[in-house]
């Protein structure tokens, strides 16, 4: 019986950064010899710091394919199912002609 596809090729990609950003409050600094960067110019945008993607994942297109794929598995199946059926009782039809072939002949 034919299998699921594992995966998809899919030509949609998306991407997004995501920046760094300290939320407002008190920034302890405990080596201040050792440090580099100027703290005013830390970023305090929290709320931009992270740029949400937009959805591109569809749960119902993708259970619709899902389910497409598993019915014509299905279907697959069963057809292959009824061929074996039907090539058995050809065989078997044959075997009986051929049988009574044999006896029409024995009795000749």
């Known amino acids: 019986m034919p299998s699921m596809p594992t995966s998809r ?3 949609e990609s998306e991407h997004s950064t995501t920046h760094s950003a300290v939320s407002e409050g008190t920034i302890i600094i405990r ?5 580099k960067q100027d703290i005013n110019e830390l970023s305090h945008d929290t709320e931009q710091a992270n740029n949400e993607l937009k959805h591109i994942f569809n749960k119902q ?3 619709d394919i899902i389910d497409q794929t598993q019915l014509v598995s ?3 199946g069963e057809t292959l199912t009824m061929l074996n059926h039907i090539d058995r009782i050809k065989a078997e039809s044959k075997a009986k002609e051929a049988v009574e072939k044999k006896k029409v002949k024995t009795r000749d």
């Open 9 to 11: 090729n899919k030509n």
């Open 74 to 76: 299905e279907i697959g």
């Open 31 to 35: 080596n201040k010899d050792n440090q």
């Open 61 to 63: 297109k993708e259970q």
